[in-house]
């Protein structure tokens, strides 16, 4: 009998929060701290959960907290690190400015265990900070980061990837992927 893989979850909190002009992730947003909706709608759904961001108050969240080894190269950093701190294989990789993604989401993101990214998509676009990852995508990242190319999109095409069709999944809410950058949109949501 085979045994169900198992899963980390790392949530991605070292952005520079510019247009929002206040550091995001502890910020309250309906009741609770941005990055909780986050860790709330993860938990379920691993064996363990880190944060990557340099903010010493994610501390006090109770999870492991890691600063990415590389700076100013985006997100990708931040994947490599979640990637080297799991503790598992497959490791579901979120932002912590996303507070409507949901558990069924999480779920879809198991399929093709094969994938070295498992990518949600819609309308064209993609969503690569609310994915699954395996460490196998290490060396990619790692390369793509040396050689000064950033795109997490071109370093997605370079790994063994499939995107995951949204539209193939009505239940899904249309503002799944609703990211809080900026105070208009901070205030649309709350």
Same mark, same amino acid.
């Given at each position: 009998?085979?045994?169900? $893989?198992?899963?980390?979850?790392?949530?991605?909190?070292?952005?520079?929060?510019?247009?929002?002009?206040?550091?995001?992730?502890?910020? #309250? +947003?309906?009741? %609770?701290?941005?990055? #909780?909706?986050?860790?709330?709608?993860?938990? $379920?759904?691993?064996?363990?959960?880190?944060?990557?961001?340099?903010?010493?108050?994610?501390?006090?969240?109770?999870?492991?907290? +890691?600063?990415?080894?590389? #700076? *100013?190269?985006?997100?990708?950093?931040?994947?490599?690190?979640?990637?080297?701190?799991?503790?598992?294989?497959?490791?579901?990789?979120?932002?912590?400015?996303? $507070?409507?993604?949901?558990?069924?989401?999480?779920?879809?993101? /198991?399929? =093709?265990?094969?994938?070295?990214?498992?990518?949600?998509?819609?309308?064209? =676009?993609?969503?690569?900070?609310?994915?699954?990852?395996?460490? /196998?995508?290490?060396?990619?990242?790692?390369?793509?980061?040396?050689?000064?190319? +950033? %795109?997490? #999109?071109?370093?997605?095409? /370079?790994?063994?990837? =499939?995107?995951?069709?949204?539209?193939?999944?009505?239940?899904? $809410?249309?503002?799944?992927?609703? *990211?809080?950058?900026?105070?208009?949109?901070? %205030? /649309?949501?709350?």
């Amino acid at each position: 009998m085979n045994e169900s $893989p198992k899963y980390s979850a790392a949530i991605l909190a070292g952005g520079k929060s510019s247009r929002l002009g206040r550091p995001k992730a502890l910020s #309250q +947003f309906r009741g %609770k701290a941005l990055i #909780q909706w986050v860790i709330d709608v993860l938990r $379920p759904h691993c064996d363990d959960l880190i944060i990557i961001g340099s903010d010493p108050g994610l501390k006090a969240l109770g999870y492991p907290l +890691f600063a990415d080894s590389y #700076q *100013n190269t985006g997100p990708l950093a931040g994947i490599r690190e979640a990637l080297l701190h799991c503790q598992n294989e497959q490791c579901f990789v979120m932002a912590c400015d996303m $507070p409507f993604l949901s558990g069924r989401l999480i779920d879809l993101l /198991k399929i =093709h265990p094969e994938a070295d990214a498992l990518v949600p998509r819609h309308d064209k =676009h993609i969503e690569p900070l609310a994915a699954r990852y395996s460490r /196998k995508a290490v060396p990619v990242i790692e390369s793509q980061i040396l050689a000064g190319e +950033f %795109k997490l #999109q071109k370093a997605i095409e /370079k790994m063994n990837y =499939h995107y995951l069709q949204l539209e193939d999944y009505e239940e899904l $809410p249309g503002h799944l992927f609703v *990211n809080l950058n900026t105070l208009r949109e901070w %205030k /649309k949501w709350q």
